[in-house]
């Protein structure tokens, strides 16, 4: 005789559950990879079409709030800035909006329909659907029991591109992530620094401070290495005053655009040679590097394991043996740090590319640059490091030489005053040939 014994009610119930949880999780999945949008409520700045619900159309009045949180960004503003600015201007923030108009949201209607939050802000900056993508899976569950949302790695991200009309330009969201990486901040007087996260030091690599004063005028402001400011043994001053650098930098892309306007074919073909060549030139030093890192990796195992040996032996005293292999310790775990970083940093320089296109397309927006300001200087200018004065001639010390580099979004640095003399000869030689 058999006796079969029924598993108690909430062990049966988990088991229901769970196997629901594993249907409702398939049929996401499917979902998701075949590009369907997996959110039921589109982000701020999108609406669900009326004639098709699958489909996301964008919201003119959102939208342009969400243009304008951008250009904030460009213009210097940080996150808390821009939040501080819209409620003083009295906008709706993405909750407020929803109830507003009459739209779905699963957030409770605030008491403050103009208070925006900081994180809202940094969310709108970093969202990729505003770039016209769909993009499923950033978060998961561990379990069907957990309530608890987790953030996936954003190399297991599904996107599709152009699956809905761009809110944001390309070129414009790519260069709101770096001024975010760079996380600028206010100085003590309240602002930022126009070049503020972009100067950098020629020789020691830091990043060049504002330098300022009540009682100075605009001409008397100056930036300085962060190295030095912290310890004068370190590195020299490398200062440089705040109008000179406007001026240079000014003039060096009213010759982009100049250059660019008149020459496109010959910058196109010089911008993508120069930048394979950098790039190259930069993966071979990281990869020789990479590769000494992990020869030493493996050297230090076998070291480790001669100094085991030694001090099981007798040879090595125990007080001896600590101090070594901790050292050996040590050293290999920085090393594996390093070899880890130089890992990623190749993996992502090898899917670079210089994207010309991108470029020219800023400098069609600025036919004739007047003057500079935070919005114009990082839709162009990546860095900026500056060198130390030094004399070129020892037979004339009056003469006092300054380097500065300007390294360009989407094209790295570019000599554009160069370029533009062989341009010339080249189009004088051309005719000369024909005559």
């Given at each position: 005789m058999f006796v079969f014994t029924l598993p108690e009610q909430p062990l049966f119930n988990e088991m229901y559950a769970k196997d629901t949880s594993?249907?409702?999780?398939?049929?996401?999945?499917?979902?998701?990879?075949?590009?369907?949008?997996?959110?039921?409520?589109?982000?701020?700045?999108?609406?669900?079409?009326p004639e098709d619900k699958k489909r996301w159309i964008v919201d003119e009045e959102a939208a342009a709030v969400v243009q304008k949180i951008f250009a904030l960004c460009m213009d210097g503003m940080g996150p808390t800035q821009i939040a501080k600015w819209l409620q003083e201007n009295k906008v709706l923030s993405p909750v407020a909006y929803c109830y507003e108009n009459d739209l779905p949201t699963t957030s409770k209607r605030p008491s403050n329909p103009y208070k925006w939050a900081t994180k809202t802000v940094v969310h709108i900056l970093e969202r990729l659907d505003y770039l016209g993508h769909t993009v499923n899976f950033k978060t998961s569950k561990q379990s069907f029991k957990s309530k608890k949302v987790l953030w996936n790695d954003p190399a297991d991200w599904v996107i599709f591109e152009n699956t809905q009309e761009p809110i944001i330009e390309e070129s414009v969201f790519l260069i709101v992530q770096k001024i975010r990486q760079g996380r600028r901040r206010p100085?003590?007087?309240?602002?930022?620094?126009?070049?503020?996260?972009?100067?950098?030091?020629?020789?020691?690599?830091?990043?060049?401070?504002?330098?300022?004063?009540?009682?100075?005028?605009?001409?008397?402001?100056?930036?300085?290495?962060?190295?030095?400011?912290?310890?004068?043994?370190?590195?020299?001053?490398?200062?440089?005053?705040?109008?000179?650098?406007?001026?240079?930098?000014?003039?060096?892309?009213?010759?982009?655009?100049?250059?660019?306007?008149?020459?496109?074919?010959?910058?196109?073909?010089?911008?993508?040679?120069?930048?394979?060549?950098?790039?190259?030139?930069?993966?071979?030093?990281?990869?020789?590097?990479?590769?000494?890192?992990?020869?030493?990796?493996?050297?230090?195992?076998?070291?480790?394991?001669?100094?085991?040996?030694?001090?099981?032996?007798?040879?090595?005293?125990?007080?001896?043996?600590?101090?070594?292999?901790?050292?050996?310790?040590?050293?290999?775990?920085?090393?594996?740090?390093?070899?880890?970083?130089?890992?990623?940093?190749?993996?992502?320089?090898?899917?670079?590319?210089?994207?010309?296109?991108q470029f020219i397309a800023a400098v069609r927006k600025y036919t004739d640059m007047q003057q500079l300001d935070a919005s114009v200087l990082r839709e162009f200018v990546d860095k900026i490091y500056i060198s130390e004065v030094y004399t070129p001639d020892e037979n004339e010390p009056r003469i006092k030489v300054r380097e500065i580099e300007i390294v360009y979004n989407f094209i790295g640095a570019f000599d554009f005053e160069e370029a533009r003399e062989q341009s010339q000869a080249a189009q004088k030689e051309k005719k000369t040939g024909v005559a």
């Open positions: 594993k249907k409702i999780r398939a049929t996401w999945q499917s979902k998701g990879r075949s590009g369907e949008h997996l959110t039921t409520i589109p982000p701020y700045g999108y609406k669900k079409d100085t003590k007087m309240g602002d930022m620094g126009m070049f503020s996260g972009l100067l950098y030091c020629a020789d020691c690599g830091g990043k060049m401070y504002l330098c300022r004063a009540n009682h100075f005028k605009p001409e008397q402001e100056y930036y300085i290495c962060s190295t030095y400011r912290k310890d004068r043994t370190l590195c020299s001053t490398h200062s440089i005053r705040r109008v000179v650098l406007e001026e240079i930098v000014l003039r060096n892309l009213r010759e982009a655009i100049q250059y660019v306007t008149q020459y496109e074919d010959d910058f196109v073909q010089r911008a993508a040679d120069q930048s394979l060549r950098e790039r190259d030139k930069e993966l071979a030093q990281k990869k020789d590097t990479l590769a000494q890192s992990q020869k030493r990796i493996a050297e230090l195992d076998v070291i480790i394991k001669r100094l085991y040996e030694d001090n099981i032996s007798g040879k090595l005293s125990d007080e001896r043996f600590i101090k070594l292999s901790r050292d050996y310790e040590l050293e290999q775990t920085n090393l594996t740090n390093l070899v880890e970083h130089l890992r990623q940093e190749v993996k992502e320089q090898e899917k670079q590319k210089v994207n010309v296109r």
